[in-house]
């Protein structure tokens, strides 16, 4: 069973910062990348963010610039700070990892439970 733990939302003014934070437990072989999607309300999910287990990272436009995504690979945990945040950023932010549970498992996409950020004034 493979867990994703995210910390760290919360509610922030415009110009803001967060820092968020995912944490991959259980039976874990490799993880060949790890990011975050968020969806706000009455919209689908979307991409943010995702780093390799290389270290390559991608973007939605929306965020460059003021996202910054890193990994601890020792840690399994994956982290996104958010600066100078908009109204626009606000919604429930998913960590997701795509990785191999064992040697001969196929990689798979694992979800966390969601974590809520509200940009407002």
């Known amino acids: 069973q493979v867990q994703l733990v995210e910390s760290g939302g919360g509610l922030v003014q415009p110009g803001g910062s967060l820092r968020l934070s995912c944490a991959a437990s259980?039976?874990?072989?490799?993880?060949?990348?790890m990011g975050w999607y968020r969806q706000a309300s009455g919209k689908q999910r979307e991409l943010v963010t995702t780093i390799t287990s290389g270290g390559s990272t991608n973007y939605a436009d929306s965020v460059k610039g003021r996202f910054t995504i890193s990994r601890d690979n020792a840690k399994n945990t994956v982290y996104l700070q958010m600066n100078s945040l908009k109204p626009e950023d606000t919604a429930v932010y998913y960590c997701?990892?795509?990785?191999?549970?064992?040697?001969?498992?196929?990689?798979?996409?694992?979800w966390g439970q969601g974590t809520q950020v509200t940009v407002s004034s």
């Open positions: 997701n990892a795509f990785l191999m549970p064992t040697s001969i498992s196929y990689s798979s996409n694992y």
């Open positions: 259980g039976r874990i072989f490799r993880i060949n990348s």
